[in-house]
């Protein structure tokens, strides 16, 4: 079993930045991906950022340029770097692992959720 925790989520005012982590820990052989979603009230869960094992990024493009992630690998960590922060940005982030966990075994655990928001 892998757990996800989050951490790093407040109240910020338009223009301000916050970073986001989560650490992963458990039964972990490796780590394909690592991810941050976002949920806003009334709203579906989205995409936003994802970085594989091979160091490769892609992000949402309302993000593209405002939000950094990047990774510890030795300590199965994963950040999430935003700057530039918009109203629009306010939601509940939640990290989303994937990878194996041993004796032919896969896992994609979510984390229990920081809430970020975003003040005009």
């Known amino acids: 079993q892998v757990q996800l925790v989050e951490s790093g989520g407040g109240l910020v005012q338009a223009g301000g930045s916050l970073r986001l982590s989560c650490a992963a820990s458990g039964s972990i052989f490796s780590i394909n991906a690592m991810a941050w979603y976002r949920q806003a009230p009334g709203k579906q869960r989205e995409w936003v950022a994802v970085?594989?094992?091979?160091?490769?990024?892609n992000y949402r493009y309302s993000v593209k340029g405002r939000f950094t992630i990047s990774e510890d690998n030795a300590k199965n960590t994963v950040y999430l770097q935003m700057n530039s922060l918009k109203p629009e940005d306010t939601a509940v982030y939640y990290c989303?692992?994937?990878?194996?966990?041993?004796?032919?075994?896969?896992?994609?655990?979510w984390g229990q959720g920081t809430q970020v928001t975003v003040s005009s």
């Open positions: 989303n692992a994937a990878g194996a966990a041993g004796s032919n075994r896969s896992f994609n655990s």
């Open positions: 970085i594989t094992r091979g160091g490769n990024t």
